[in-house]
């Protein structure tokens, strides 16, 4: 099955090809068994694509579950597959991205990741991470100090590509003007409900592809009520008409969501723990969608999840920082 996924070629790097479809390991709360087992179940249905982070303590249980699957003789290698993390916040440090990257890697077991995102434009004070963080926290973020310690990790084979995550154009205009290396990737919410067109048309212009995680509506890690995607009535419409009613199950809408992200050249990056959904993800390949679909699809109302802002604690102020140029919306 994992060859009839789609791959994209990166144009910065050199990473092996991206397959459109992803693995995200992000839950709330992190279960480390769980998260293993999880990763060693896509394996067996034919993923390839892993995404994890050091704030989503799960580098560990994927790392473990690969080794598993090497050998068990899921998969033949380490080259067979497509690892991305990301560097957090506090160590958005010229001087600890490097050893941020290392640590990563003792993490997976795994001599490189294929890419490497900045995962946020969002600068703190260094030390063990911590959810929310204090607004005094908060620092003036070195665009270009950070970007050379990437390239640097790219230089040194530890990441194959370097890329970025929750950038606007704005940020990425500051990455661009210092970039020697330019970023491969800009992975950003993106869904039905919040299409990035802005973004993606500066991105496409750039060379830098698009990665879409909370493609089917996102977890709340605000503990928010609610799925905009599973709640629209476009979507459910489109489901339905393809014979898929909503009394059968809620998969349907999810896999409508994957096709369009799919069809507008972005991959998605979709958490899933479930073997039936797992399946589901991949089963969007063979079928497309209508003209008629994709324009109901673009008339959606438009509703952001994450924000910046939203990582720090209600207390406290901002003070080395314009809470501006924390915002994540264009």
Known sequence: MASSVPEVALRSGNARPMPAIGMGTAAIPPVPEA??????????????????????????????????ALRRGLVTSREELFVTSKLWCTKCHPDLVVPALR??????????????????????????????????????????????????????????????????????????????????????????????QKLRDYCAERGVHVAAFSPLGGQKWDGGQGNAVMESEVLAQIAKARGKTIAQCALPFLQVSLRWIYEQ?????????????????????????????????????????????????????????????????E
């Open 265 to 329: 050249g972005v991959t998605s990056i979709a958490k899933s723990y479930n073997m039936e959904r797992l399946k589901q993800n991949l089963e969007i390949f063979d079928w497309e969608l209508t003209d008629e679909d994709r324009l109901k699809i673009s008339q959606i109302p438009q509703k952001k999840v994450l924000q910046g802002p939203s990582f720090f604690s209600q207390e406290g102020e901002f003070t080395s920082v314009d809470p501006e140029d924390l915002n994540v919306v």
């Open 35 to 68: 998260a293993k087992n999880a990763v060693l179940a896509a394996i067996e249905v034919g993923y390839r694509h892993f995404d994890t982070a050091e704030a989503y303590a799960t580098e560990k249980p994927l790392g473990e579950a690969v080794a598993e």
């Open 103 to 196: 640590e990563t890697l003792q993490n997976l077991q795994m001599e490189y990741v294929d890419l490497y995102l900045i995962h946020w434009p969002v600068c703190i004070k260094a030390g063990p991470p911590s959810f929310p963080a204090k607004k005094e926290d908060a620092m003036p973020f070195d665009f270009e100090g950070v970007w050379r310690g990437m390239e640097e990790c790219q230089r040194l084979g530890l990441a194959k590509a370097i890329g970025v995550s929750n950038f606007t154009t704005r940020h990425l205009d500051k990455v661009m003007a210092a970039a020697t290396i330019p970023p491969a990737v800009n992975q950003v919410e993106l869904n039905p409900v919040w299409q990035q």
